[in-house]
């Protein structure tokens, strides 16, 4: 790693909407940069009008062209190696990065991807702002304009895919964030190169799945990762769920549940109304009714901020179930303890895909967890506070979290008609849930009576008994049954015997 400027203060370094309106000057200024082209993403998505958070740049002399970029703007810069030589410079809310043209620009463009990939545009020709980008001084070797305009991902060769099979989940994930078609020769490519997953490093997989669950297309992808068999190869336990019978309560074997509830938690986390029926009933069911503030802020808010993990756990819900199916004498399906099995499983595959241990633990939690919005109680019936004080207690702020996987898993179970008029209980019964506040007594008594208090009073020996004792009470204050520290106290003696 090379860290020249590392002493730079990070408010010295520039955005990178200050760094485009400098790009064509320091072209034109830097010998290092004279040779150097804007190429990729951030042509493509300039030319579709989505915003930019980082540059890529071919230079015919990348090493010192870095330098040179990180010196005039204020950044440092790191050598990220991998397969192929890679330079990035930090920006204010995003990075350039900077690699080297291989064999002149021809061949460099030949050698990408996709064709809406395969574009470039000298550095020299930048504009100011990218919302001003010339298409007439884009540089196109693969007709990759018209692929923007046909809103198609296209592979540049017969061999593009083949060469590095992690550019198949590259393009279902173009395609799916873009909200493009796949051409069919390359979706016939990706498939066959679902086989060579098994030789590619797990951690490029898993970069790839989490780029795809931050779309909020992410079931339109996944989709096609399950036709065209990158599914089986990327996620292997959750398809170990094909052809796994749920009746009589499940509509679906339990691989197309899961691939269903995660449409379904689409629809949940959209902030506008889908068009197509029953989907628009369900959301304005779900929305129109005003949301309380929770404990951790506006509903809408969290759930924005944890989409991509909350994707994830609908994805996986069930991928315990296989394992755990036993078959009743009267042909019914049972799956017990599918739920913290599934964690197990979850926990295992993700630390191979080298997700966040922080990830792991959310996700984790959500899979062992998910049925128990369903068990404080019934829809259409109120949970008790002590029910709802053991579920805060669990769950924290994932709370929340899994009552969306509890409708998302509850509208996946069979047709949603037979749901809709149901629809409301369950939206009423998550919001009791989530809503739920304990008395401000309950808090108080919490601020008051700790494990040295409750020694005091009953004389007992520190150690796990004062624990469950002290749940005791707070269970109790949280129910209204005691409204101060004299009662609490008193409950501790009781308890203690």
Sequence with gaps: MTARNADRHPSEMHSIDSTIRRLARLARTVPALEASYLVGGAVRDALLGRPVRELDIASSAATDGAHALADALGSSVVSLGGQHELYRVPLEGGWIDVTPIQGGLDADLDRRDFTIDALALPLRAVPRTLEGLPRDAVIDRHRGLDDLDAGLVRQVSRSSISEDPVRALRGVRLATTLEFSIEP????????????????????????????????????????????????????????????????????????????????????????????????????????????????????????????????????????????????????????????????????????????????????????????????????????????????????????????????????????????????????????IVGWHPPEAARTIAGLVDGHAVIEATGIEPGPEVGRILEEIREAAAAGEITDRNAALDLARQLAG
Excluded: N
């Design 185 to 432: 020769a390359t979706e016939f490519s990706i498939a066959e190169a679902a086989s060579l997953l098994d030789d590619v490093a797990l951690e490029r997989v898993g970069h790839e799945l989490e780029q795809l669950l931050g779309s909020r297309s992410a079931a339109t992808g996944f989709r096609i990762l399950e036709r065209t068999g990158l599914l089986d190869r990327a996620l292997p336990e959750l398809v170990a769920g094909r052809s796994i019978s749920q009746r009589p309560h499940h509509t679906w074997d339990v691989l197309e549940h899961q691939l269903v509830a995660l449409e379904w938690m689409g629809v949940l986390l959209r902030d506008t109304p889908p068009e197509a029926e029953p989907a628009a009933a369900i959301w304005h069911h779900t929305w129109d009714e005003e949301w309380r503030e929770t404990v951790w802020g506006p509903v809408r808010a969290h759930l924005e901020e944890r989409a991509p993990v909350l994707r994830l756990a609908t994805l996986l819900h069930d991928i315990g179930k296989p394992e755990t199916r036993t078959l009743e004498a009267d042909g019914r399906t049972r799956f017990f303890g599918h739920g913290p099995r599934g964690a197990v499983l979850a926990a295992a595959r993700l630390r191979a895909l080298r997700y966040p241990e922080r990830v792991i633990g959310r996700i984790s939690l959500l899979l062992e967890q998910h049925l128990r919005p369903g068990q404080v109680a019934s829809p259409g019936q109120r949970p008790t506070p002590r029910a709802l004080h053991r579920f805060h207690q669990r769950l924290g702020d994932a709370a929340l979290d899994v009552c969306f996987l509890f409708l998302a898993d509850s509208l996946a179970t069979a047709d949603p008609e037979e749901l809709l008029p149901r629809w409301p209980a369950y939206v009423a019964h998550v919001q009791r």
